[in-house]
């Protein structure tokens, strides 16, 4: 479901639910001593889209590879790689792709319903507010805050590995178009790639199977 958002040089691998109820199958020993005392759930989501990255980078022609987790969850990829996660209730993926075509890349699944109370406010600025009022009108189905959360992300997903550097929620802004794009406009310093400042990540979003999906791809 994710590779219809994304271009043809990532690969990516989604499954809906856990692909074994091992708790520890196809994991690397490095991988299994970071989620040795976590909860059975925990265990699943872990392994599953561990799983889902190495299929994604076998199509790439890539060994197979511990994925360990470093600050803020960001994944330590192998050199030459980069690549984003997702998870969440009923669906996980992963997508990779070379650094040499791709600089970096962030995506995100969500179930489509509305965010708790309160949520919306605080992850989120009054113009991109008034924008999602105006996306509800022409796509009543998809719920917008969930959309503009999983939005912002897959921004700092993209964000992340270039800067290291922490981005708030209300660092981005973002405008929704009803077809099936976005752009978020960084409201702090935007990461150099290649000698050039991207102040602006651009994405695209789709909906189905009761979920919201986003993704988010800078080219090398």
Same mark, same amino acid.
Not at 32 to 60: G, H, K, N, Q
Not at 160 to 183: H, K, N
Not at 199 to 216: E, H, K, P, Y
């Given at each position: 479901?994710?590779? $219809?958002?994304?271009?043809?040089?990532?690969?990516?691998?989604?499954?809906?639910?856990?692909?074994? @109820? *091992? &708790?520890?199958? !196809? %994991?690397?020993?490095?991988?299994?001593?970071?989620?040795?005392?976590?909860?059975?759930?925990?265990?699943?989501?872990?392994?599953?889209?561990?799983?889902?990255?190495?299929?994604?980078?076998?199509?790439?022609?890539?060994?197979?590879a511990p994925l360990l987790p470093g600050k803020r969850g960001a994944v330590s990829w192998p050199d030459g790689v980069t690549g984003s996660m997702t998870h969440c209730a009923g669906y996980r993926a992963a997508a990779v792709a070379r650094t040499g075509a791709i600089?970096?890349?962030?995506?995100? $699944?969500?179930?489509?319903?509305?965010?708790?109370?309160?949520?919306?406010?605080?992850?989120?600025? @009054? *113009? &991109?507010?008034? !924008? %999602?009022?105006?996306?509800?009108?022409?796509?009543?189905?998809?719920?917008?805050?969930?959309?503009?959360?999983?939005?912002?992300?897959?921004?700092?997903?993209?964000?992340?590995?270039?800067?290291?550097?922490?981005?708030?929620?209300?660092?981005?802004?973002?405008?929704?178009?009803?077809?099936?794009?976005?752009?978020?406009?960084?409201?702090?310093?935007?990461?150099?790639?290649?000698?050039?400042?991207?102040?602006?990540?651009?994405?695209?979003?789709?909906?189905?199977?009761?979920?919201?999906?986003?993704?988010?791809?800078?080219?090398?």
């Open positions: 479901m994710i590779e $219809a958002i994304l271009p043809p040089e990532v690969a990516a691998v989604g499954v809906f639910g856990d692909l074994s @109820p *091992r &708790e520890d199958c !196809g %994991l690397f020993p490095a991988e299994t001593a970071v989620i040795a005392r976590s909860v059975a759930r925990r265990r699943a989501e872990f392994t599953t889209v561990r799983l889902c990255a190495r299929r994604a980078m076998d199509e790439l022609g890539l060994p197979p600089a970096s890349l962030g995506i995100d $699944a969500e179930p489509n319903r509305p965010l708790p109370d309160g949520v919306l406010e605080v992850v989120s600025l @009054p *113009r &991109e507010r008034a !924008g %999602l009022a105006a996306l509800a009108r022409r796509r009543p189905k998809v719920c917008g805050d969930r959309l503009l959360f999983s939005a912002k992300e897959s921004v700092f997903k993209t964000w992340y590995p270039l800067t290291r550097r922490e981005l708030d929620f209300t660092e981005a802004e973002l405008d929704f178009d009803p077809a099936g794009t976005f752009s978020a406009r960084l409201l702090v310093p935007g990461p150099e790639v290649a000698g050039q400042r991207h102040d602006t990540f651009c994405g695209r979003w789709s909906v189905g199977r009761g979920f919201v999906l986003t993704a988010i791809v800078l080219p090398a």
